[in-house]
């Protein structure tokens, strides 16, 4: 994987990782937060493997994350999930998640809040016209859900975890 040389317009479309099919290139915004790096860069690498649909991509980078031997990298892959899932209950439920969040150490809300914090001066019409356009993209290419769709790897997570359940009681 390559950084963007000009990672700032990324950070304005408020891209992490884009995989360029013509250079068959996986390439990551530079700019964004560290913690993430691996996990982008796993995504971007599924993508180069023909996994196109973006929630797949998403949980086989979580996966790819969790099966690293380095500290690091697996907890790229325990952000991701975390993120994504904590969004999905923060929409769902707020008082639950509030409640959630309060049991994360102090360093796991420190990187949750950085990771917030790197986004927001780059809020505004470039962003908003960028996930519109990301959502047409999307939706073109058989994704019904749009930029919803990155989202939908909550729903792979709570299939693994039944399954990986379900294996421990047999």
């Known amino acids: ?15 992490s990782g ?14 964004m937060v560290k913690t993430n790096l691996p996990d982008t860069i796993c995504h ?3 993508h180069l ?8 991509a998403n949980f086989i980078a979580y996966q790819v ?11 790229s892959g325990t952000m991701l999930a ?17 409640e959630i969040y309060a049991t994360y150490s102090e360093g796991v809300r ?15 019409e470039a962003a908003e016209i960028h996930n519109k356009v990301n959502d047409a993209y999307l939706k073109a290419n058989n994704q019904a859900d749009g930029v919803q769709s ?14 990986e359940k379900s294996a421990a009681a047999e």
């Open 49 to 56: 493997k023909g996994i196109i649909q973006e929630d797949e």
């Open 110 to 124: 420190a990187d949750l809040t950085a990771y917030r914090k790197s986004w927001e001066p780059y809020k505004g």
């Open 18 to 31: 884009i995989y360029f099919p013509f250079s068959l290139e996986a390439n990551y915004n530079d700019d």
């Open 82 to 98: 975390l993120i994504y899932a904590g969004n999905a209950l923060a929409k769902q439920n707020m008082e639950m998640y509030s």
């Open 65 to 75: 994350c969790m099966e690293s031997e380095e500290v690091y990298v697996r907890y």
């Open 150 to 163: 990155y989202g939908r790897m909550v729903d792979l997570l709570i299939a693994e975890y039944e399954k």
């Open 44 to 46: 971007e690498y599924a």
């Open 1 to 15: 994987a390559k950084p963007i040389l000009f990672s700032y317009f990324m950070s304005q479309s408020h891209l």
